[in-house]
């Protein structure tokens, strides 16, 4: 691995993304105060335009408020084929222009140019880059050039909206230095909080601070992220791959045709795998149902959906597709859930319809589930698979794919 004095990494972040691709479907949009979202009050704010930004809103910010503190701003609803269809393009683009790349979310990426210096200009090569992805998908963007990741993206979030910032090798530690400790990735509105208290809320400060004192504090993550303020970061690009899916899949011991038994089966899985999703910081925007017949005929039913990693949004959905694929009245041998088209990101791409009250709700879920295990808190549909684990008398095998492939027994009624 590259030292991070020895690299160059671009960070590039397509300027309000989702109000960005919104304009260029209704250009009267231009110039005006944008809000992403659902239109009800007890919805939040997806995204919103620099314009609304300006009057105090922010994304995750309730609808009601954001509409209160500026009357005459557009709400639009989101257009998840589009956002979709625009991500995809400028992907494309970047990938016929660099050899390695990492898209960490549908509208941010993370490019190593290392050694490319020596055959054509990094910051000439990034500067093209960024111009052709705005000509060709009319989609703005800003991008930021160092010598590691965490500098790039604070540069490019520094220099927003369309442009570039390049931080010269050796001057990291002197661009950070003046900025609050909240420019800081991994740095959440806790971390921020507890460092307020501590007195510091600078990144100078932070870097006269002894790692041993943030490592008290925080844990390993402390020592991170004094590494971070810094300008210390070694972590690499990570190859990005299109083709990303998880799933799960239940094969019962005797064929059935219990369709209680294997909703339930179905809500499990899928409660398990989301979880997995936001513990990861991925979201899915395909989920797909299979089942296989006793003869062994297999069918299997997907459909696109705006980009979740949500109980509410997907569970609906499964059951959905599983009663339109169990039309025979067959005996059912296997079901299983999967999710594809994996992006890297947050729940707050996909608020067009929550209220604070949901996701304050799987931010406590998740929490008591990395405590205390998956099976910490689950619906009762789901309750009710789990206790049947223990019923001797019939059994499943169960099976998980998407990375490493796991088999277990376990016992269902």
Same mark, same amino acid.
């Given at each position: 691995?590259?030292?991070?004095?020895?690299?160059?990494?671009?960070?590039?972040?397509?300027?309000?993304?989702?109000?960005?691709?919104?304009?260029?479907?209704?250009?009267?949009?231009?110039?005006?105060?944008?809000?992403?979202?659902?239109?009800?009050?007890?919805?939040?704010?997806?995204?919103?335009?620099?314009?609304?930004?300006?009057?105090?809103?922010?994304?995750?910010? &309730?609808?009601?408020?954001?509409?209160?503190?500026?009357?005459?701003?557009?709400?639009?609803?989101?257009?998840?084929?589009?956002?979709?269809?625009?991500?995809?393009?400028?992907?494309?683009?970047?990938?016929?222009?660099?050899?390695?790349?990492?898209?960490?979310?549908?509208?941010?990426?993370?490019?190593?140019?290392?050694?490319?210096?020596?055959?054509?200009?990094?910051?000439?090569?990034?500067?093209?880059?960024?111009?052709?992805?705005?000509?060709?998908?009319?989609?703005?963007?800003?991008?930021?050039?160092?010598?590691?990741?965490?500098?790039?993206?604070?540069?490019?979030?520094?220099?927003?909206?369309?442009?570039?910032?390049?931080?010269?090798?050796?001057?990291?530690?002197?661009?950070?230095?003046?900025?609050?400790?909240?420019?800081? &990735?991994?740095?959440?509105?806790?971390?921020?909080?507890?460092?307020?208290?501590?007195?510091?809320?600078?990144?100078?400060?932070?870097?006269?601070?002894?790692?041993?004192?943030?490592?008290?504090?925080?844990?390993?993550?402390?020592?991170?992220?004094?590494?971070?303020?810094?300008?210390?970061?070694?972590?690499?690009?990570?190859?990005?791959?299109?083709?990303?899916?998880?799933?799960?899949?239940?094969?019962?011991?005797?064929?059935?045709?219990?369709?209680?038994?294997?909703?339930?089966?179905?809500?499990?899985?899928?409660?398990?795998?989301?979880?997995?999703?936001?513990?990861?910081?991925?979201?899915?925007?395909?989920?797909?149902?299979?089942?296989?017949?006793?003869?062994?005929?297999?069918?299997?039913?997907?459909?696109?959906? &705006?980009?979740?990693?949500?109980?509410?949004?997907?569970?609906?959905?499964?059951?959905?597709?599983?009663?339109?694929?169990?039309?025979?009245?067959?005996?059912?041998?296997?079901?299983?859930?999967?999710?594809?088209?994996?992006?890297?990101?947050?729940?707050?791409?996909?608020?067009?319809?929550?209220?604070?009250?949901?996701?304050?709700?799987?931010?406590?879920?998740?929490?008591?589930?990395?405590?205390?295990?998956?099976?910490?808190?689950?619906?009762?549909?789901?309750?009710?698979?789990?206790?049947?684990?223990?019923?001797?008398?019939?059994?499943?095998?169960?099976?998980?794919?998407?990375?490493?492939?796991?088999?277990?027994?376990?016992?269902?009624?």
């Amino acid at each position: 691995m590259f030292l991070s004095a020895d690299r160059t990494i671009v960070h590039m972040d397509l300027d309000c993304f989702f109000v960005a691709v919104s304009r260029l479907m209704n250009p009267s949009l231009n110039g005006k105060p944008v809000l992403i979202g659902g239109s009800s009050d007890r919805g939040v704010v997806a995204a919103c335009s620099y314009e609304a930004r300006k009057f105090g809103i922010h994304s995750a910010m &309730p609808m009601k408020l954001a509409k209160r503190l500026c009357p005459e701003a557009l709400i639009v609803r989101g257009d998840y084929e589009m956002y979709t269809k625009k991500s995809d393009e400028v992907t494309e683009i970047i990938q016929e222009n660099v050899p390695v790349y990492e898209k960490s979310s549908v509208d941010e990426f993370y490019m190593d140019m290392t050694g490319m210096e020596k055959f054509f200009g990094c910051q000439k090569w990034a500067t093209e880059l960024w111009q052709k992805v705005k000509r060709e998908t009319g989609l703005p963007s800003s991008f930021g050039l160092s010598v590691n990741k965490t500098v790039s993206k604070v540069a490019t979030d520094f220099i927003k909206p369309d442009n570039k910032k390049v931080v010269d090798r050796g001057t990291e530690k002197e661009f950070l230095a003046p900025m609050s400790v909240s420019k800081i &990735p991994m740095v959440g509105e806790k971390t921020y909080h507890t460092l307020k208290q501590m007195g510091i809320e600078k990144i100078l400060t932070l870097q006269q601070m002894p790692v041993e004192l943030m490592h008290d504090v925080f844990g390993e993550n402390g020592r991170t992220i004094w590494q971070k303020a810094n300008g210390i970061d070694d972590s690499p690009v990570i190859p990005y791959s299109e083709r990303k899916s998880i799933s799960s899949e239940e094969t019962f011991d005797q064929d059935t045709i219990d369709i209680t038994k294997m909703k339930d089966i179905l809500i499990r899985m899928t409660e398990s795998l989301l979880f997995q999703l936001r513990n990861e910081n991925k979201l899915t925007s395909c989920v797909a149902v299979k089942i296989r017949y006793s003869n062994f005929d297999t069918h299997t039913m997907q459909r696109r959906i &705006p980009y979740t990693s949500c109980d509410h949004h997907v569970i609906p959905l499964v059951k959905e597709l599983f009663d339109k694929l169990y039309e025979r009245r067959m005996l059912i041998r296997l079901v299983g859930v999967r999710f594809s088209y994996l992006v890297g990101g947050g729940y707050q791409i996909n608020l067009f319809e929550d209220s604070l009250e949901q996701i304050h709700l799987y931010q406590a879920m998740d929490q008591l589930k990395k405590r205390f295990g998956d099976d910490a808190v689950m619906r009762a549909a789901g309750m009710n698979f789990h206790l049947r684990d223990f019923n001797p008398f019939n059994g499943i095998r169960k099976g998980v794919a998407g990375g490493v492939q796991k088999r277990k027994e376990v016992a269902v009624a």
